[in-house]
């Protein structure tokens, strides 16, 4: 078995990336062994359809699931459409995520966490050179109100795993 966990550095020890589309690393292991490969997200400053593409690439890999802390519409749909499991909510490092994991801490996905185009850097939601119209102030505070929304709705769950240990 083959899970990406998306990180900003290079080994096991380093943080996870809440993005998923624009993530710098996706750090793949084997959860038996604990063997492990990082392969640096060439997606990660495309202009636009950062997710598709990191997608596509995981679905190349034959990774067999993913964790993350966000995933947006495209991308998961490109991942439950090969049949890969996404998890989302998963903070910390990644050896952490991966504990989470193996101990039946993260939940597999329903559907996106994120609206579309949540994870584009600042500066990069005008829509210069991507040949899509700009996105509103009224559009990204939408977006930003989704996230809000299922952040919130993350913590929840942790909330009640939290209460269910004790």
């Known amino acids: 078995m083959k899970?990406?966990?998306?990180?900003?550095?290079?080994?096991l020890d380093s943080q996870m990336d809440p993005r998923f589309g624009r993530c710098q690393y996706f750090v793949i292991v084997?959860?038996?062994?604990?063997?492990?490969?990082a392969m640096q997200n060439e997606s990660a400053m495309a202009?636009?359809?950062?997710?598709?593409?990191?997608a596509q690439t995981i679905v190349?890999?034959?990774?067999?699931?993913?964790?993350t802390g966000n995933v947006g519409p495209n991308a998961f749909e490109v991942l439950s459409a090969s049949g890969i499991e996404t998890m989302t909510g998963g903070s910390g490092t990644v050896r952490h995520a991966l504990e989470l994991?193996?101990?039946?801490?993260?939940?597999?996905?329903?559907?996106?966490?994120?609206g579309a185009h949540a994870g584009?850097?600042?500066?990069?939601?005008?829509g210069q050179g991507t040949g899509q119209a700009p996105i509103t102030k009224e559009q990204k505070i939408s977006m930003l109100?989704?996230?809000?929304e299922q952040a919130g709705l993350q913590l929840a769950q942790i909330k009640k795993k939290l209460d269910d240990m004790k």
Do not use: C, H, R
């Open 101 to 114: 994991y193996k101990s039946g801490g993260l939940q597999s996905s329903a559907g996106a966490t994120v």
């Open 30 to 37: 084997d959860p038996d062994t604990m063997d492990f490969e």
């Open 145 to 148: 109100e989704e996230e809000l």
């Open 47 to 54: 202009s636009g359809g950062a997710g598709i593409q990191a």
């Open 60 to 67: 190349n890999v034959g990774i067999n699931a993913v964790i």
């Open 120 to 126: 584009m850097p600042l500066g990069m939601d005008s």
């Open 3 to 11: 899970i990406a966990i998306t990180a900003s550095g290079d080994n």
